[in-house]
């Protein structure tokens, strides 16, 4: 046998080589080497690589990545590199607590190869950057699509880290020294916005060793095999529990890494290639799918057995040639390999191989595979082949089926490996796209061979079983007129027919604008207001040509219009049904048809709003359209009148299941108003789409996800005709694509064709395309119109039926006594005797189409109506007359007749008459009998019409003109012209006539035989037209300001000049005319050759205009308020000027005119240079305006006060005061008055200068009030009343009162007021001595209010908020109030009880719990579709709760103190080492959420604050002591809690009310210190020996540390630059000073009281919580770790941790010692 030996000495060369071996294995074996040095990516300094630390255990400065990246389903956005072979995304713990241990880790790694390595005194360096190089992304690009044919990657950035000649640790001795063994490798992550890969390279010289010692060997001889592959790290549930997440193995003993140079998964040895991140759904990596050949020189024998790599490439089965005889040949499995799933294990030697490595999910295909240990065989060396788990990962859309099973082991023969047979190659079954290479469907009578017994289909919503199968034969009917019906094994599909799509029930002609129609109903509370929505009218319309969607809603009321303005997924839905198709996608009619169902919930921020919308696809009508009604409820945020709202363009996923379509996004959107400016907000949508589904063909799948691209979005209310109007821009594409990528700038997939619309665009190459008229329509595709398919004979209607034209189509109705019969298609006779139509005295006769009544003998009449008396019958009224009367009355009605309405005209008789002429335009033309026009008979005013009663001449089809005219003149609801509406003149050939002019506008202009305009022919009205009959000069090409004119003038949805759009002059030659003006406006000004305005030359109507033959001076630049005036008249989707927008007015310089004025409101203003309003002048309309020259007085800033007045001013939409609102009173000066009074409610009170009230001076109304300049008595502290009060008026971010908020009332003592009302809406209750509501007492405004010294015998309905409500506020609180999408916030219901179905955040990864909350075994699930959890699902075993007592540790003098949950733990301390051999559970307190803790030494007491009781307790750290609660009211969110051993008093924290309280040890003498410039108060400490109070404030924006005297006299800031998040805080007796642990920085920093001194103890911590001091030793708890972890303040370095069994965060951190410590705190 042959042999070459390949060695690819560049990336590209890598392909032709193994195309070449490819070629050759027919008839020699090709051997590839492994990769060399100078293969791998460049590294080095040169390259612009960091170099890291020489070291055992060094980590990387944290990398921070340009844009993250996704790893498993998890967003990360920095990186650290270690020298032990690892990448993790987050900072690494110390080596000992990995180094050693196998996979999985508890943090996320990239280990191209973990091991003990030690790069002291130069042994190695270790490289690593990322980089956006474009040579670096290709290359990465080029892998990664060689290795996953099918991937749409393009990455964006790479990651690459080196480590070269690294050597492993060696414990030095005497008699060796260090090892040359040294190894080289690399990894480099790609990733872009969806996804990420990532390459292991090893070189052929690259691996020397392949595991290390570890350091606690003992002088055994063991070394542990290096790891290779993926760890997620632990994943955090229940915010208390943690969990092993997914991970993955390249290797598993040393053999297997060894041979990581040898082999490799790309075909190329020694390179490695997984998938290892997606944004939407990743359960574990994905290897590369390709495989390769070994460079292994040839020393004996020959006898080879190929295999691929995985079993759904089957490369080598394409070459018959090739059998090779393995009878004789020995297993060995030299090279195990596991991958991280255990489900994926090889088979054990000398078994049977057939079925070694098959899937264990039920849901992967059954895909049996071969022996994975066919080898290489040369004498005496044996290498493997292959090396990757087998186990299918193919991208959505394809789905693989088995090939034939291999032979299997005769019995008795089990020792004998079975012959090798050749494979069957996979057969691949593409499920979507389904149109190439697909058989053609048969109408009818296309069956599909299927195995019933195989089949079982379930969509979710129908069950199908071959009982029950429904067919074409019973149910065609249900199919559309445009679509045939098949037949499967299960049941029947539809189909659309070539030149329809939808869902086979529903279809529409491909490439026509579609219209929506329908109703909208519902209840909108905007504010507090509630609004009635009673069915108004919601039109749409889409131009399916280039994915705009226009929707209208009439006559929505005005406070609901502004607000329903960000509502834009109104009109989504029909973007989404309707979008312009990008490659491998396809629009929701093709999956909904005309029937669904479409749900969304919207949720404002930051107001909480929640808004339903749910929409109903009710079919088709009469003409095509489809039918949605809608119904929202729920409430809006109030918008100010005259507001703008801008939306950005965004992408949203949509996820398909069978019969649903979901997505879930958040949105931002601005807000402009005159009153706010630009504000800016959000909401998220979270919707789905349920519909039926037809899962009986296979051709029924669709790609799991796709995105909608949403490039433009305008919303706008007008006033004055109360529509809401939303216009979107929509394309649908496979997730990931970039709409405007270099493959998508065909003008078909940017939307910028000139295709008619109601044609469609099909790309060619390049920038070529087609435009091609769509189904229905007749045309060259820039011009089309619609196919009558009635005149032409083209129906598919039957006997007895008649046909009715619709755009783009036809319908057929039964002729009048017909009606369509079961199949929805044939016409059959009504029996209208049934229904017993005839006088009682009369007997019916049925006839075909028709019935007859006859008066029985001796009566007389019409059958309707007999009697006994003989005399003149009365007849019915005939279809003509009907039709006549109909119109008639309809004018009756309104009072007058329609404009142009045509009556016809009936004879005595009640028949049609033969002529009928239209009254108003004088055309007369000829009708059959039914009232139908006949073809060709028409005659316009003036001229002789036909002869009526001559018989018809055969009919000639109608030409493009009339098709054009008809079509035209249909337009209308009615049927009638448009105003306004060009209409073609036709000839009497019915060509079009060679002068065309518009009846409305007066141009006329010559056209060609299609009705195309020839350029250069256009008059103006009032000018001599061209002489048509003039030879055509050849044509010359349309100029660019005819292409601009003649946009313009087809930018509405119907084709026509848009109302107030400014339209170009050209003239005779296609050039811009000099002088333009607005038709509108009536400005003029002057344009160069290329339209562009010449600055300085626009006049206002009314006044001469500038000559622009004048040579132009040279051109100044724009000023900013050109720029800005022009900038605002191109804001509109079509560029115009904004209804109701303000245009800044210019002088001829180009300068701000001094006054401004609002053309739409009538306000004006005064404004500097700049064009900023100056303050105070501006003015109502109506009212002089200020007088904009006077020099300004030097203007005093407002004061408080006067803020505070007129922001209480400018609440309402006018800008007055909002009844009930209180309006503070200022002094000349704008100081606070001493005395304030409310002026609805007639209190009066006496406030500070600060405007804040003096406790005691509030008076009601009618009595005397306060002399406020009496000296104040000593102020007693504040109530809890008081401080709601007042807590109630500092809520705003200027800290004044929210409008519409309930604001307490207290009495003179500061009790609250036994009866509440709430100023704004008028509502009253009782309330007990805490303020709360009694229930069952309130009552609405205007009836009797109850009672409140009178006992109510109500039932309380109030309970108190449960332990998943608590966790949840705590933890949303701790994560800064935005939690991460991958950050777990319980999930509860309604009641307060766990959700049966709990994520981290928005992403896939749930499970489902138990009424407590605990995680029910079994049910955690990494898929899209979420669990299926059930509130009843049976609890756990009952076990008894331990008692809530205490299990003190024995004989320790020091013991740490830490709380986890729902106990508190101890950790005694040997010297100054975390004894965890006798840690132990102090107190076990079920239900309890411990944060602060703290220890008094004097009495042996343990304190703690309880988050989900909100209260504080105590117990004795005594054995079987008790909890003793000692205070339980008026606590919201205890946290940080300190105690003073001294003064006997304890202090505390409340982070949701922020305030710092204290009270004596037993809960008696509780006292507010603080409640003002707090935000989020977290750790509190007291120094007992100084009397001092420092308490950390991680207030985002400023955070802060500060201090007083426990009194709370002499407060003040401590530090408050350098810092982030101060989570935790203690006290360094020895050098007296305050030292903190920092979240934010990571960092644990000291610094003296009085700031001085400030010195960093540790850079890089990784989550702090809480810290105390002892004996020159720093311990904290991290919530990263889970653990205690000791840091020394002599070395700076970690010393010690300590990581309980229960993986849960652990909060508050004490010390407690059997004697009192010099110098506690």
């Given amino acids: 046998?042959?042999?070459?030996?390949?060695?690819?000495?560049?990336?590209?060369?890598?392909?032709?080589?193994?195309?070449?071996?490819?070629?050759?294995?027919?008839?020699?074996?090709?051997?590839?080497?492994?990769?060399?040095?100078?293969?791998?990516?460049?590294?080095?300094?040169?390259?612009?690589?960091?170099?890291?630390?020489?070291?055992?255990?060094?980590?990387?400065?944290?990398?921070?990545?340009?844009?993250?990246?996704?790893?498993?389903?998890?967003?990360?956005?920095?990186?650290?590199?270690?020298?032990?072979?690892?990448?993790?995304?987050?900072?690494?713990?110390?080596?000992?607590?990995?180094?050693?241990?196998?996979?999985?880790?508890?943090?996320?790694?990239?280990?191209?190869?973990l091991a003990d390595i030690d790069t002291s005194g130069g042994r190695g360096q270790i490289y690593y950057r990322v980089t956006e190089t474009p040579s670096v992304l290709n290359r990465v690009a080029q892998e990664v699509h060689r290795g996953f044919p099918d991937a749409k990657f393009t990455p964006t950035h790479v990651v690459v880290a080196t480590w070269e000649n690294v050597a492993a640790y060696e414990e030095q001795t005497r008699t060796t020294g260090p090892s040359d063994k040294v190894n080289t490798f690399q990894a480099v992550i790609g990733y872009d916005e969806t996804d990420s890969y990532v390459l292991f390279l090893y070189p052929e010289d690259g691996l020397n060793y392949f595991g290390t010692r570890p350091k606690e060997s003992y002088n055994v001889e063991i070394e542990l095999p290096a790891r290779v592959g993926f760890s997620r790290g632990e994943v955090t549930y229940l915010i208390f529990s943690r969990t092993e997440g997914p991970h993955y193995s390249v290797t598993s003993d040393e053999q297997s890494v060894k041979n990581l140079y040898q082999v490799g998964n790309t075909g190329i040895p020694g390179v490695w290639l997984f998938h290892t991140g997606n944004r939407y759904s990743f359960d574990n990596i994905v290897p590369a799918s390709i495989g390769g050949l070994l460079d292994t020189p040839p020393?004996?024998?020959?006898?080879?057995?190929?295999?691929?790599?995985?079993?759904?490439?089957?490369?080598?089965?394409?070459?018959?040639?090739?059998?090779?005889?393995?009878?004789?040949?020995?297993?060995?499995?030299?090279?195990?390999?596991?991958?991280?799933?255990?489900?994926?294990?090889?088979?054990?030697?000398?078994?049977?191989?057939?079925?070694?490595?098959?899937?264990?999910?039920?849901?992967?295909?059954?895909?049996?595979?071969?022996?994975?240990?066919?080898?290489?065989?040369?004498?005496?060396?044996?290498?493997?082949?292959?090396?990757?788990?087998?186990?299918?990962?193919?991208?959505?859309?394809?789905?693989?089926?088995?090939?034939?099973?291999?032979?299997?082991?005769?019995?008795?023969?089990?020792?004998?490996?079975?012959?090798?047979?050749?494979?069957?190659?996979?057969?691949?079954?593409?499920?979507?796209?389904?149109?190439?290479?697909?058989?053609?469907?048969?109408?009818?009578?296309?069956?599909?061979s299927v195995d019933e017994d195989d089949v079982d289909f379930d969509t979710g919503v129908i069950q199908y079983t071959t009982e029950n199968k429904e067919t074409c034969a019973r149910f065609q009917q249900q199919c559309s007129q445009n679509a045939f019906c098949s037949d499967y094994a299960t049941g029947f599909c539809c189909h659309c027919r070539p030149g329809f799509y939808g869902n086979g029930r529903h279809c529409l002609p491909e490439g026509a604008p579609q219209r929506v129609s329908g109703k909208v109903s519902g209840t909108v509370t905007v504010g507090s207001t509630p609004v009635e929505l009673n069915n108004i009218d919601l039109h749409a319309y889409i131009v399916v040509g280039d994915g705009r969607a226009y929707t209208a809603i009439s006559q929505v009321p005005e406070p609901v219009g502004w607000a329903l303005m960000p509502l834009a997924p109104i009109g989504e839905l029909f973007g989404w049904l309707f979008a312009l198709e990008l490659p491998n996608s396809q629009a929701g009619f093709k999956i909904t048809g005309a029937e669904f169902t479409r749900r969304a919930e919207v949720i404002f921020y930051p107001g909480n709003q929640r808004l339903s919308i749910i929409q109903t696809g009710r079919g088709l009508d009469d003409h095509n359209h489809l039918t949605v009604d809608t119904v929202v409820s729920g409430n809006v945020p109030f918008l100010p009148p005259g507001a703008e709202i801008t939306m950005e363009p965004f992408k949203e996923t949509y996820q398909y299941y069978p019969s649903v379509a979901t997505s879930s996004s958040v949105r931002e959107?601005?807000?402009?108003?005159?009153?706010?400016?630009?504000?800016?907000?959000?909401?998220?949508?979270?919707?789905?789409?349920?519909?039926?589904?037809?899962?009986?063909?296979?051709?029924?799948?669709?790609?799991?996800?796709?995105?909608?691209?949403?490039?433009?979005?305008?919303?706008?209310?007008v006033k004055e005709e109360r529509i809401l109007r939303y216009a979107i821009t929509n394309k649908i594409s496979p997730v990931g694509v970039d709409p405007t990528g270099p493959e998508l700038v065909n003008p078909c997939y940017a939307g910028n064709h000139d295709c008619d619309t109601t044609a469609q665009c099909i790309p060619l190459e390049g920038q070529a395309f087609q435009c091609q008229c769509a189904t229905g329509y007749r045309g060259d595709g820039r011009n089309c119109y619609d196919i009558d398919e009635c005149a032409e004979g083209l129906s598919s209607c039957r006997a007895h039926s008649q046909c009715v034209n619709l755009p783009g189509g036809h319908r057929c109705q039964c002729q009048s006594g017909y009606e369509f019969g079961f199949d929805g298609r044939t016409c059959v006779d009504i029996d209208e005797c049934s229904s017993s139509p005839c006088h009682v005295s009369a007997r019916c006769i049925n006839g075909l189409g028709s019935f007859l009544c006859q008066c029985q003998p001796g009566f007389y009449g019409d059958g309707f109506y007999c009697s006994q008396t003989e005399g003149q019958t009365v007849r019915p009224r005939s279809q003509c007359e009907q039709h006549r009367d109909s119109l008639q009355s309809g004018m009756e009605q309104s009072g007058r007749p329609s404009p142009g309405a045509f009556i016809p005209q009936c004879d005595s008789d009640g028949r049609y008459q033969p002529l009928q002429c239209h009254g108003s335009t004088g055309h007369c033309w000829c009708v059959d009998s039914r009232g139908q026009e006949r073809a060709g008979t028409r005659t316009p005013p003036g001229t002789a019409p036909k002869d009526c009663d001559r018989p018809d001449e055969p009919v000639r089809p109608k030409t493009h003109c009339e098709h054009h005219r008809d079509s035209v003149q249909t337009t209308s609801p009615e049927?009638?012209?448009?105003?306004?509406?060009?209409?073609?003149?036709?000839?009497?050939?019915?060509?079009?006539?060679?002068?065309?002019?518009?009846?409305?506008?007066?141009?006329?202009?010559?056209?060609?035989?299609?009705?195309?305009?020839?350029?250069?022919?256009?008059?103006?009205?009032?000018?001599?037209?061209?002489?048509?009959?003039?030879?055509?000069?050849?044509?010359?090409?349309?100029?660019?300001?005819?292409?601009?004119?003649?946009?313009?003038?087809?930018?509405?949805?119907?084709?026509?000049?848009?109302?107030?759009?400014?339209?170009?002059?050209?003239?005779?030659?296609?050039?811009?005319?000099?002088?333009?003006?607005?038709?509108?406006?009536?400005?003029?000004?002057?344009?160069?050759?290329?339209?562009?305005?010449?600055?300085?030359?626009?006049?206002?109507?009314?006044?001469?205009?500038?000559?622009?033959?004048?040579?132009g001076e040279p051109e100044r630049p724009k000023t900013h308020c050109e720029h800005h005036r022009d900038g605002v008249q191109t804001t509109s989707p079509e560029g115009y000027p904004l209804v109701g927008a303000y245009v800044p007015q210019c002088d001829a310089d180009g300068q701000y005119t001094p006054l401004q004025c609002h053309s739409s409101t009538g306000h004006c203003w005064c404004v500097d240079s700049r064009g900023q309003e100056k303050a105070g002048t501006r003015t109502s309309p109506g009212a002089p305006p200020t007088d904009c020259h006077k020099p300004d007085e030097p203007e005093r800033p407002k004061t408080h006060c006067e803020h505070h007045r007129h922001r209480a001013q400018a609440t309402s939409q006018e800008g007055y005061p909002i009844v009930g609102v209180y309006v503070p009173q200022c002094d000349a000066d704008g100081q606070y008055l001493q005395l304030q009074c409310h002026s609805s409610t007639g209190h009066c009170w006496c406030v500070d200068r600060r405007g804040q009230e003096r406790t005691g001076t509030r008076t009601p109304p009618g009595t005397q009030p306060k002399d406020c300049n009496r000296p104040d008595e000593p102020e007693r502290p504040k109530t809890h009343c008081e401080h709601h009060r007042d807590r109630v008026q500092t809520t705003s971010p200027e800290g004044y009162p929210i409008v519409g908020a309930h604001l307490p009332q207290c009495d003179a003592e500061g009790q609250y007021l036994p009866r509440q009302c709430h100023g704004s809406t008028g509502d009253c209750w009782c309330v007990d001595g805490r303020g709360?509501?009694?229930?069952?007492?309130?009552?609405?405004?205007?009836?009797?209010?109850?009672?409140?010294?009178?006992?109510?015998?109500?039932?309380?309905?109030?309970?108190?908020?449960?332990?998943?409500?608590?966790?949840?506020?705590?933890?949303?609180?701790?994560?800064?109030?935005?939690?991460?999408?991958?950050?777990?916030?319980?999930?509860?219901?309604?009641?307060?009880?766990?959700?049966?179905?709990?994520?981290?955040?928005?992403?896939?990864?749930?499970?489902?719990?138990?009424?407590?909350?605990?995680?029910?075994?079994?049910?955690?699930?990494?898929?899209?579709?979420?669990?299926?959890?059930?509130?009843?699902?049976?609890?756990?075993?009952?076990?008894?709760?331990?008692?809530?007592?205490v299990t003190p540790p024995t004989n320790t003098d020091i013991t740490l103190l830490y709380a986890q949950g729902q106990k508190i733990g101890a950790l005694p301390l040997n010297g100054t080492r975390l004894d965890a051999t006798r840690s132990k559970t102090l107190l076990t307190l079920h239900g309890s959420i411990v944060v602060g803790i703290a220890y008094d030494c004097k009495e042996n007491q343990v304190y703690w604050t309880d988050l989900s009781a909100r209260t504080i307790n105590r117990a004795s750290m005594a054995t079987g002591a008790e909890p003793e609660i000692l205070i339980n009211t008026n606590l919201v969110s205890p946290e940080g809690l300190a105690v003073d051993v001294k003064r006997r008093l304890m202090f505390w924290v409340d982070s949701n009310p922020d305030m710092i309280e204290s009270a004596n040890l037993d809960g008696s003498g509780r006292r507010t210190l603080f409640d003002t410039d707090l935000v989020n108060p977290r750790a509190i400490i007291v120094v007992s020996s100084t009397g001092t109070l420092y308490w950390t404030d991680w207030n985002r924006e400023a955070p802060k540390i500060e201090s007083s005297s426990v009194d709370g006299q002499n407060r003040r800031v401590v530090v408050s630059e350098g810092i982030g998040l101060p989570n935790a805080l203690t006290y360094d007796s020895s050098s007296r000073q305050v030292c903190w642990a920092d979240a934010g920085t990571k960092r644990l920093e000291c610094v003296s009281p009085d700031g001085s001194g400030r010195r960093v103890v540790h850079p890089s911590l990784n989550y702090p919580f809480s810290m105390v001091y002892y004996r020159n030793h720093f311990y904290y708890t991290d919530w990263r770790r889970d653990g205690v972890i000791a840091v020394s303040k002599d070395s700076s370095q970690i010393t010690d941790e300590y990581l309980p069994d229960q993986r849960s965060h652990l909060y508050g951190i004490a010390i407690a010692t059997t004697h009192c410590l010099s110098g506690s705190h």
């Fill in 1 to 113: 046998m042959q042999s070459c030996s390949l060695t690819p000495s560049s990336t590209m060369e890598r392909g032709v080589m193994l195309a070449v071996c490819l070629l050759c294995w027919s008839c020699s074996v090709c051997v590839v080497t492994a990769i060399k040095r100078t293969d791998m990516f460049s590294y080095g300094t040169l390259s612009g690589d960091l170099i890291l630390a020489e070291g055992d255990d060094e980590t990387s400065r944290v990398l921070s990545l340009p844009k993250p990246l996704f790893f498993y389903g998890s967003l990360f956005s920095q990186l650290y590199v270690a020298t032990n072979g690892i990448i993790s995304a987050q900072d690494l713990p110390m080596e000992k607590q990995y180094v050693d241990d196998g996979f999985p880790t508890d943090f996320p790694v990239v280990a191209p190869f």
């Fill in 299 to 448: 020393t004996g024998g020959h006898s080879l057995s190929l295999d691929s790599t995985t079993p759904e490439y089957g490369e080598f089965e394409e070459y018959p040639d090739n059998t090779f005889d393995s009878e004789n040949q020995e297993e060995e499995e030299d090279y195990p390999h596991t991958g991280g799933d255990p489900e994926f294990q090889p088979a054990p030697a000398g078994g049977d191989h057939s079925e070694s490595l098959q899937p264990a999910s039920p849901d992967a295909p059954s895909s049996p595979s071969e022996d994975s240990g066919h080898q290489l065989s040369y004498g005496s060396e044996d290498v493997p082949l292959t090396s990757e788990p087998r186990y299918s990962s193919e991208p959505a859309g394809r789905q693989y089926a088995p090939p034939n099973p291999p032979e299997r082991v005769p019995e008795g023969d089990a020792q004998r490996t079975p012959k090798q047979q050749p494979q069957v190659p996979l057969e691949v079954v593409d499920v979507y796209p389904s149109h190439r290479n697909e058989p053609p469907l048969s109408p009818g009578g296309h069956v599909v």
């Fill in 669 to 717: 959107f601005s807000v402009v108003s005159a009153e706010q400016g630009s504000e800016s907000f959000s909401f998220q949508l979270k919707q789905n789409i349920t519909y039926r589904d037809c899962r009986h063909d296979n051709r029924a799948a669709v790609l799991e996800t796709l995105q909608i691209i949403m490039e433009r979005v305008f919303v706008m209310y």
């Fill in 975 to 1111: 049927g009638y012209p448009i105003v306004g509406a060009y209409v073609p003149q036709c000839d009497a050939n019915g060509q079009y006539t060679l002068l065309q002019c518009h009846g409305s506008s007066g141009h006329c202009w010559c056209v060609d035989g299609n009705g195309q305009e020839r350029a250069g022919t256009r008059t103006p009205p009032g000018t001599t037209p061209t002489d048509c009959s003039k030879p055509v000069e050849p044509e010359r090409p349309k100029t660019y300001c005819e292409h601009h004119r003649d946009r313009v003038q087809t930018t509405s949805p119907d084709g026509y000049p848009v109302i107030g759009a400014y339209v170009p002059q050209c003239d005779a030659n296609g050039q811009y005319r000099s002088l333009q003006c607005h038709g509108s406006t009536g400005q003029c000004w002057c344009v160069d050759e290329r339209g562009q305005e010449r600055v300085g030359t626009r006049t206002p109507p009314g006044t001469p205009s500038v000559d622009c033959d004048r040579p």
């Fill in 1332 to 1445: 709360q509501e009694r229930a069952g007492t309130r009552t609405p405004p205007g009836t009797p209010s109850v009672d409140c010294d009178r006992p109510v015998p109500v039932a309380p309905t109030q309970r108190p908020e449960s332990v998943c409500e608590r966790w949840r506020t705590s933890l949303i609180e701790h994560y800064g109030g935005k939690p991460d999408a991958q950050q777990y916030v319980p999930q509860c219901e309604q009641d307060g009880q766990f959700s049966p179905v709990q994520c981290y955040g928005e992403t896939t990864y749930c499970w489902c719990v138990d009424q407590d909350g605990r995680e029910v075994p079994g049910t955690r699930s990494h898929d899209v579709v979420k669990p299926a959890c059930l509130p009843s699902v049976a609890p756990p075993t009952v076990r008894p709760l331990p008692r809530p007592d």
